[in-house]
């Protein structure tokens, strides 16, 4: 069964700092692998995704994730944090025994972004 | 493009009574579309994934009888949660996906349930 691990619960940095969030995943098939952002009491926004070929992949909102098969990770980079970047970050993942119809979601990560 | 609305954003209802949440693809046709569940400060669990005419794939542990999906149409899907109880309080997130080759999954922004 595919599953996927976000590192550390709860991420704080300064503005201007990099920002990295880890996600590690497993799945039995090439995955198809995203981040998406989630602001207080609203859904969810893709920031980026990585269906196939570059492993670097850009999104928005400057932030980036590459792909790295060799350690099943995926993890999402920003080089300057905002103070607008606090919010919480899901990672996840899709293929494997439950297709690629549906997305298998991490805990998340809630970012927090101080002065 | 790629908008997709639910409605209400929040509701109260007192238990025992239903209530129905609608999420609608509005500027796309959405094959498929997805309802999700999100207690707080937990990751979103997927409840039943929907297909316009047919009907829903519920998950594991989901009571179909409960939570009742239908995608009447392609811009369309609603959510009733029957015979509503405290412990169905929670933040209810459909998406809904374009075509069959699409992966990427819209959002919509969220129904707040709270059950008294």
């Known amino acids: 069964a595919q599953s996927v691990t976000q590192l550390g619960s709860h991420v704080s940095v300064s503005e201007g700092a990099l920002v990295l969030l880890r996600c590690n995943y497993s799945?039995?098939?090439?995955?198809?692998l995203f981040w998406y952002v989630q602001y207080p009491n609203q859904g969810l926004q893709l920031l980026l995704k990585?269906?196939?070929?570059?492993?670097l992949v850009k999104g928005i909102n400057g932030f980036e994730a590459e792909f790295k098969k060799s350690e099943a990770s995926f993890d999402l980079t920003k080089p300057s944090a905002h103070m607008s970047d606090a919010a919480e970050y899901f990672c996840?993942?899709?293929?494997?025994?439950?297709?690629?119809?549906?997305?298998?979601f991490g805990a998340g990560t809630r970012l927090a972004v101080h002065p | 493009g790629a908008v997709v609305s639910q409605h209400p954003s929040w509701v109260i209802c007192k238990s025992g009574t239903s209530v129905k949440i609608e999420c609608r693809s509005l500027d796309f046709q959405a094959t498929t579309m997805f309802w999700y569940r999100q207690f707080p400060k937990q990751s979103l669990m997927l409840m039943a994934t929907s297909n316009e005419g047919s009907k829903a794939t519920y998950e594991q542990g989901v009571e179909k009888d409960k939570f009742l999906i239908n995608h009447a149409s392609l811009t369309l899907s609603t959510l009733t949660v029957t015979s509503a109880h405290p412990e169905d309080s929670s933040f209810y997130i459909c998406s809904a996906r374009q075509g069959a080759r699409e992966y990427e999954q819209y959002f919509g922004p969220g129904t707040r349930l709270t059950v008294t």
């Open positions: 799945s039995s098939v090439p995955p198809y």
């Open positions: 996840a993942v899709s293929g494997g025994s439950g297709g690629y119809n549906k997305l298998i």
């Open positions: 990585y269906l196939s070929g570059s492993t």
